[in-house]
């Protein structure tokens, strides 16, 4: 597989945790197994109804996500660099009866290209991947190479705004540098998992902050046109210590402070050409 460096060490960063997430009250895999979808309500009214269609999930870990839209009546293709999240996620596809409605593919999403199953009416990726990705034009051709002309390109993640603050800090505090772009943030090893913190990780990491501009640009220059912009102030996990779980399951500020956007989600889809077909 044509992989970079840093992604390289990511790999084996996510290959040391997905056991840790498997076995995690984070990810709570004894609940999806007895029938817990896993996607919110934003995601689920976004995207709508998959009964029948072509999905794509892009960086889908060890398949819950993926999973959940195949019980949804969606036929899905995970992919992820991770050899050893996508062996749980063909176990759990078993386990749960879906192996006719998901399949995985180990791939690079910045590398990836045309995929088997391509064109796709839905690609997705959600929560958690625009931080592990180091070159966003390969990401936005992954994208473009697989996506149906009529099709549409969901995303949903944390803010790129909120992303740039101190997660230990109750006070928004600037930690990260916005326009940071290409240049990658080592985490060392140590550090405790966002599953369990209780896991400390032996291996080190890569991250990435972008811009809105650089991730839209990104997608634009691929023919694909940004619509359906929508930004939330609360997010899909506790990113600050205040946050707490409502009833709409996610989670929320507490601390007296302005409201922020801590998620972004939109979709792209081609542009039409006035007077074209």
Same mark, same amino acid.
């Given at each position: 597989?044509?992989?970079?460096?840093?992604?390289?060490?990511?790999?084996?960063?996510w290959?040391?945790?997905?056991?840790?997430?498997?076995a995690?009250?984070?990810?709570?895999?004894?609940?999806?197994?007895?029938?817990?979808?896993? $996607?919110g309500?934003?995601?689920?009214q976004?995207v709508?109804?998959?009964?029948?269609?072509?999905?794509?999930?892009? #960086?889908?870990?060890?398949?819950?996500?993926t999973?959940?839209?195949a019980?949804?009546?969606?036929?899905?293709?995970?992919?992820?660099?991770?050899?050893a999240a996508?062996?749980?996620?063909?176990?759990?596809?078993?386990?749960?009866?879906?192996?006719?409605?998901?399949?995985?593919?180990?791939?690079?999403?910045?590398?990836?290209?045309?995929?088997?199953?391509?064109?796709?009416d839905?690609?997705?990726?959600?929560?958690?991947?625009l931080v592990?990705?180091?070159?966003?034009?390969?990401?936005?051709?992954?994208?473009?190479?697989?996506?149906?002309?009529?099709?549409?390109?969901y995303? $949903?993640?944390?803010?790129?705004?909120?992303l740039?603050?101190?997660?230990?800090?109750?006070?928004?505090?600037?930690?990260?540098?916005?326009?940071?772009?290409t240049?990658?943030?080592?985490?060392?090893?140590?550090?405790?998992?966002?599953?369990?913190?209780?896991?400390r990780?032996?291996? #080190?990491?890569?991250?990435?902050?972008?811009s809105?501009?650089?991730?839209?640009s990104?997608?634009?220059?691929?023919?694909?046109?940004?619509?359906?912009?929508?930004?939330?102030?609360?997010?899909?996990?506790?990113?600050?210590?205040?946050?707490?779980?409502?009833?709409?399951?996610?989670?929320?500020?507490?601390?007296?402070?302005p409201?922020?956007?801590?998620?972004?989600?939109?979709?792209?889809?081609?542009q039409?050409?006035?007077?074209?077909?």
């Amino acid at each position: 597989m044509n992989m970079n460096k840093n992604h390289a060490v990511n790999r084996e960063w996510w290959d040391e945790v997905t056991p840790v997430h498997e076995a995690s009250d984070f990810y709570d895999v004894a609940g999806f197994l007895d029938g817990r979808n896993t $996607l919110g309500t934003i995601e689920r009214q976004a995207v709508g109804d998959v009964a029948g269609r072509k999905l794509l999930h892009l #960086q889908c870990h060890f398949g819950l996500d993926t999973l959940s839209w195949a019980r949804l009546g969606a036929d899905v293709v995970g992919v992820d660099f991770s050899p050893a999240a996508l062996a749980t996620a063909e176990r759990l596809a078993e386990e749960c009866c879906l192996e006719s409605r998901a399949r995985f593919i180990e791939a690079d999403v910045t590398t990836a290209g045309r995929l088997a199953g391509a064109p796709f009416d839905i690609v997705f990726t959600s929560i958690g991947v625009l931080v592990w990705i180091s070159d966003l034009d390969g990401w936005a051709a992954t994208i473009d190479a697989n996506l149906a002309d009529d099709g549409f390109f969901y995303f $949903l993640d944390g803010h790129p705004l909120a992303l740039i603050f101190d997660e230990s800090s109750p006070i928004p505090v600037v930690h990260y540098d916005y326009f940071q772009g290409t240049t990658p943030i080592h985490e060392p090893a140590g550090s405790p998992d966002y599953a369990d913190p209780s896991y400390r990780i032996r291996s #080190q990491s890569r991250s990435f902050t972008w811009s809105i501009s650089a991730v839209f640009s990104a997608l634009e220059n691929r023919g694909l046109q940004i619509h359906e912009v929508c930004e939330y102030p609360f997010t899909a996990w506790p990113q600050f210590p205040d946050m707490k779980r409502g009833d709409d399951g996610y989670w929320h500020r507490t601390t007296d402070v302005p409201p922020m956007p801590l998620l972004l989600g939109f979709k792209a889809r081609r542009q039409r050409i006035p007077g074209a077909g």
